[in-house]
C-alpha cells in the first residue's frame, strides 16, 4: 500500500454473524471520523435494519439485507446519499477488524498468505473470524480496487 493521499476516506469495518458495522474518516485536515452506524439483523430481510449517526443526526432505516455483500451494497449507498456521491472513489482503504490472527500481531495489507492465516485462525476464534472474513469478501466486491486492511485485536 502507498502512501495515503491527503484528501480522501478511511472506511473501518467491523463484521458479526448477523451485523456489519462502519465508520467512515475523513484524512484532510486531520483523521476524524464523519459518519458511522451499522446494519444488523443481516439474513432476517423483514427485520433487518441500517442506524447511522453523524454531523448532528440519526438516520434508521429498514433494509431488506440477505448476506455482508447486500449490507456492503447498502452501506456504499448510504455513504453515497448522506456523504458523496463518489464516495466508491474516495475511499483509499478499507480496515477489518479479526479477532485472531495466529502470528500476526500488526496491521497490515491483507493479501493471499494474510487471508489464508485468517482462515486458519477461525477455528481459534469460530464466532469472530468468519464474519470477518465475509465483511472481507464483501468490501473486497465492493471497493474492487481499494487496498484492504486488517487489524488483529488482541487481548493483553
Do not use: Y
Not at 72 to 86: A, G, Q
Not at 103 to 124: G, I, N, P, R
Amino acid at each position: 500500500m502507498g502512501v495515503l493521499q491527503e484528501a480522501g476516506n478511511i472506511l473501518v469495518l467491523n463484521a458479526g454473524s448477523s451485523s456489519l458495522k462502519f465508520k467512515l474518516f475523513s484524512l484532510a485536515p486531520n483523521l476524524v471520523a464523519s459518519v458511522g452506524g451499522m446494519i444488523d439483523r443481516i439474513g432476517d430481510t423483514h427485520n433487518s435494519n441500517l442506524v447511522a449517526k453523524g454531523d448532528g443526526q440519526k438516520w434508521t432505516e429498514k433494509v431488506p439485507i440477505n448476506d455482508h455483500v447486500s449490507a456492503m451494497e447498502c452501506i456504499l449507498s448510504f455513504l453515497r446519499d448522506k456523504e458523496s456521491s463518489s464516495i466508491h472513489k474516495e475511499v483509499q482503504a478499507v480496515g477489518h477488524r479479526f479477532v485472531h490472527g495466529l502470528d500476526m500481531h500488526q496491521a497490515a495489507l491483507l493479501d493471499d498468505a494474510a487471508v489464508s492465516k485468517l482462515q486458519q485462525a477461525a477455528t481459534l476464534a469460530p464466532l469472530h473470524n468468519p464474519p470477518g472474513l465475509q465483511g472481507l469478501t464483501a468490501a473486497t466486491k465492493v471497493f474492487k480496487d481499494v487496498p484492504q486492511v486488517r487489524a488483529v485485536h488482541l487481548a493483553v
